[in-house]
């Protein structure tokens, strides 16, 4: 007789399953109450809340750069990354191109007099990287949130719900869908947990809601429904891209700060490169 078996208050898989989801329940509550309360706030609010997001992803990078034995210098790093999320912000002389040139040129020179020199344009490479990955691809959030002047309506807060509705939802779906139906695996070097049938029905998942929902902030078809698929297709390259980062440096999560679901970057990384394709499609269509 086994262990379980002779033990009459052995939790069944069904029991550790719900109380292992209880924690990420509970997180994502928490987090989409906080979502909705910094968007209702209005601008101001929404750079401070990514300013903190943006600074504890930023740790959580920076830690996964010293385990790739070539951490990325704090110097650069953190000022490039916050300077790119706040460029719509900044005064009218400090344009992006001074950004970046300053980065370039002030950075590489000054890696130059490191002490371990061999490492420095990998360690530059890790900063400037990072600080685009993070700063400014988090930086298109508040530009759809505030891309309609005047927003009476508050369209642009309903665009970034909506956004990111269905960056979750397809998240959500995916994992349903893989764990129950998933039988190819998808990239399994990089995510051996992912499957076809899960990504596919991620995909669905995103195009629903955002096809559904996306007519509330003035978004037809085919629009909604283009927009819907890509950013089902791209919150999971999101995924992708940070699960390559952790497997090269060999964690499974890039911290613990959100009980069930792992670091900031953990939660994040589906949602980074989605804001950049829905604002350009829009700018594109003359949609704003």
């Known amino acids: 007789m086994s262990i379980a078996a002779a033990d009459p208050g052995a ?15 509970g ?30 992803a930023l740790i959580e990078y920076w830690s996964l750069t010293r385990l790739l034995q070539a951490p990325a210098p704090l110097w650069i790093l953190f000022p490039l990354a916050f300077a790119l999320l706040l460029r719509d912000r900044l005064p009218g002389w400090l344009s992006l191109e001074v950004i970046l040139a300053v980065a370039t040129v002030g950075g590489l020179s000054a890696m130059v007099f490191l002490r371990d020199w061999r490492m420095s344009l990998l360690r530059w490479a890790l900063a400037v990287g990072g600080s685009l990955y993070l700063g400014y691809l ?6 759809l949130y505030l891309l309609r002047q005047p927003d009476p309506n508050h369209l642009g807060f309903g665009l970034v719900i909506f956004v990111l509705g269905a960056v979750w939802i397809g998240d959500t779906a995916a ?32 195009t629903l809601l955002f096809a559904l929902f996306a007519p509330l902030v003035n978004l037809w ?10 950013i089902g297709a791209f919150s999971q390259v999101g995924d992708l891209i940070e699960s390559q980062l952790k497997r090269t ?10 009980p069930g679901h792992g670091g900031i970057l953990d939660r994040i990384d589906s949602v980074l490169p989605v ?4 604002y350009y499609y829009l700018r594109l269509n003359h949609l704003t």
């Open 11 to 25: 939790a069944s898989p069904s029991r550790r399953e719900r109380s292992s989801m209880l924690p990420r329940i």
């Open 175 to 206: 994992m349903v869908v893989g764990s129950r139906f998933g039988r190819h695996r998808f990239f399994p070097r990089i995510s051996p947990n992912k499957s076809v049938e899960g990504a596919l029905g991620g995909l669905l998942g995103s």
């Open 27 to 56: 997180s994502a509550a928490l987090l989409i109450a906080l979502l909705l309360a910094v968007l209702l706030a209005g601008s101001l609010w929404v750079y401070a809340g990514l300013a903190v997001v943006l600074g504890a």
């Open 275 to 278: 804001a950049a394709l829905v």
């Open 138 to 143: 988090l930086g298109y959030y508040p530009a």
């Open 249 to 258: 440096a060999g964690v499974k999560d890039a911290s613990h700060l959100i």
């Open 221 to 230: 078809f085919p629009h909604n429904l283009v927009l819907g698929l890509l």
